[in-house]
């Protein structure tokens, strides 16, 4: 029997905040060994704190924008090398970094953890493209922050929580966000319009609560951001 493929997106921001957070990549490795046997993950990891140190220091130095989606891939491929090693035996053991390489990966029905594609693009536009592609059942995107909300939570008291949204009203309100570094986004406008037009379902939740990730995952009642 054919497994179900999820693809899974790890933020930087919460498992690589201030550095890489071994005892919750573990919590979540272990969760992904649990489910192997029904499921075949892909998973995405995106560059947290480590990205942004290497930007700040390009920014002094004076390198142009294009280079800092290089170092962005490098970083967020560092961060999926040491999420390999957290899963073991289970796991492809490289990084993908092409589409060919990944469709290789996905054969081996080995767990397949890869970072940024190609400059310009988030690693949620590659885990919405990835879920695509591979013709994935559930994208389930891990952030760290609990639903979607219509503002920033923690700077408007009346930011607006959505449970449930349409693909067409996520990028509705995505459309408004202004794509600016440090501007307050779940996920980025590529990610959403990819999401609307593709045929899997989409989940956003928090990160930090691997129990409610792996009820999403499972398709059961949990916290979060529902995209129909």
């Keep these: 029997m054919d497994k179900k493929k999820i693809v899974i997106k790890l933020g930087g ?6 550095g890489p957070n071994t005892k919750h990549m ?10 192997d ?3 075949q993950f892909i998973v995405i990891i995106g560059g947290g704190s480590v990205n942004r140190m290497y930007v700040e220091a390009a920014r002094e ?3 142009n924008e294009s280079y800092f989606d290089l170092i ?13 090693s957290s899963l073991g035996h289970i796991a492809y053991r490289e990084p993908c970094k092409t589409f060919e390489e990944l469709t290789s990966a996905e054969a081996t029905r080995k ?12 690693t949620d536009a590659v885990a919405a493209e990835v879920a695509e592609y591979l013709d994935a059942s559930r994208l389930v995107v891990a952030k760290d922050v609990d639903f979607i909300y ?25 459309s408004k966000t202004k794509m600016r570094a440090k501007q307050y986004s779940v996920i980025d406008l590529v990610a959403s319009m990819i999401i609307h037009r593709a045929r899997f379902s989409t989940v956003i939740v928090n990160g ?3 129990k409610n990730m792996e009820k999403a995952i499972l398709g059961d009642n949990f916290r979060g951001t529902r995209i129909v």
């Design 150 to 174: 219509s503002d920033d939570p923690d700077k408007n008291p009346n930011a607006v929580k959505y449970e449930k949204l349409s693909k067409d009203e996520l990028v509705e309100i995505i």
């Design 26 to 35: 573990k919590e979540i490795a272990e969760m992904i060994k649990r489910l």
């Design 61 to 63: 130095i004076g390198t």
């Design 208 to 210: 930090a609560d691997v």
């Design 111 to 122: 767990v397949v953890v890869l970072g940024g594609l190609v400059p310009g693009q988030s």
């Design 37 to 39: 046997k029904d499921y």
């Design 13 to 18: 921001s919460f498992l690589f905040d201030k």
């Design 72 to 84: 962005g891939i490098d970083t967020s491929r560092l961060n999926a090398r040491l999420f390999i």
